[in-house]
């Protein structure tokens, strides 16, 4: 009340004397990340933030394409080579070469795979969508199939080519990256060779088995065999680990372990 008028009371306005704090408050800017500087090797992890970008066989555009970059895809940029005063990168996956200008750096590739030792050759599934087989351990050396996604295969034997690693693989025979395989386990026993009492009708339960003019891959393509097609054994013999079956109708050699006894 004020004093001398009981019935008037003061008012106060608090607002008037201790103003609004959260207008003379402004919120922070927060501090901006800052952008990682690619090392001077110019290897790592980066991201196309375009729409689309060509890869290539090699380090040029004159080089056949061979893929092509999506928006936000991120690559591993594993070498980087000036061609024609243009750099370029080459990459894992689509495995080939891009214009390193186009890609914006985020940081470190993963640690890379470990090198495998004998125990874990074995058993490998591929995650990917599509995977190129060569006929050797690098991809100078003509392409002899791809693998498809969720596809099996046996790793057999490991070679580092050019600072990758490189998997021979049994079907379809071949190298492909090592990289890109992932094990799911050993590899099941082999078939035992049979003896002469078991060569004889034999049956193959797949879609399709190449037939060779000798016990190995290395050999010409004679022909083939269909789902079901039966045939008769008459002769086994090992090579490179593998068992070869020589058959009678076509004749040839095809790989003992996809042949069941009928």
């Known amino acids: 009340a004020v004093p001398g008028h009981p019935a008037v ?5 608090y607002n008037a004397i201790y103003m609004d704090l959260a207008g003379t408050h402004p919120t922070p800017t927060p501090t901006p990340t800052p952008t990682p500087t ?5 290897l790592g992890l980066y991201c196309f933030r375009g729409s689309s970008l060509k890869v290539f066989a090699g380090p040029g555009s004159t080089f056949r394409q061979v893929g092509a970059l999506t928006s936000d895809q991120t690559v591993n940029v594993l070498e980087v080579q000036t061609s024609q ?4 990168a080459r990459i894992d996956a689509p495995a080939g070469w891009c214009r390193l200008a186009y890609l914006e750096y985020i940081g470190a590739s993963p640690a890379p795979a470990p090198t495998p030792t004998p125990s ?5 599934r591929f995650p990917g969508s599509s ?10 050396y003509r392409q002899v199939s791809r693998l498809t996604n969720n596809q099996t295969v046996n790793v057999l034997e490991i070679q580092t080519n050019n600072g990758e690693q490189w998997a021979r693989i049994d079907a379809p025979a071949g190298w492909c990256r090592w990289a890109y395989l992932e094990y799911i386990g050993t590899t099941p026993a082999p078939t035992p060779t049979p003896p002469p009492s078991e060569l004889g009708l034999y049956r193959f339960p797949g879609v399709s ?12 393509q004679v022909s083939q065999l269909t789902n079901n097609q ?3 054994v008459l002769e086994i013999q090992a090579n490179n680990g593998e068992q070869w079956a020589r058959i ?3 004749a040839g050699w095809c790989r003992f372990s996809y042949l069941v006894k009928v």
Do not use: C, H, M, N
């Open 9 to 13: 009371k003061k008012v106060v306005d």
């Open 38 to 42: 690619p090392p001077p090797s110019g």
């Open 85 to 88: 005063g243009e750099q370029w």
């Open 120 to 124: 874990e050759l074995g058993l490998y």
């Open 131 to 140: 995977l190129i087989v060569f006929a050797g351990p690098g991809d100078t």
């Open 209 to 220: 088995l190449k037939i060779f003019a000798g016990p190995a891959d290395t050999y010409r």
């Open 230 to 232: 039966t045939v008769t």
């Open 248 to 250: 009678d109708a076509p």
